[in-house]
């Protein structure tokens, strides 16, 4: 008894297969591109956070400055 084919007609297997290896091929780029990913963000994440110190810092000696408790180092005229 023989088995009829399973494939439709209307499916062309060469662009299935050519479709199917692309995807697999872009499969393996995903990890590395999301890998990267995090590393980007991590780097955004360290980069805002020391931003943000230095531009606290700074606002609180101008605050103390205002207040007329300016603390100068001995470069400052």
């Known amino acids: ?15 299935f297969d050519v479709d199917f290896a692309d ?7 995903l990890t590395p591109a999301k890998q990267l990913e995090g ?8 980069a805002g956070s ?4 230095a531009a606290l810092a700074f606002y609180h000696n101008v605050q103390a400055a205002g207040k007329g408790r300016h603390s100068r180092s001995k470069g400052d005229f």
Do not use: V
């Open 1 to 15: 008894m023989a088995t009829p084919p399973l494939t439709p007609s209307y499916l062309d297997m060469t662009a």
């Open 23 to 29: 995807a697999h091929g872009l499969w393996g780029l």
């Open 39 to 46: 590393a980007i963000e991590d780097t955004i994440m360290t």
């Open 50 to 53: 020391e931003a943000y110190h």
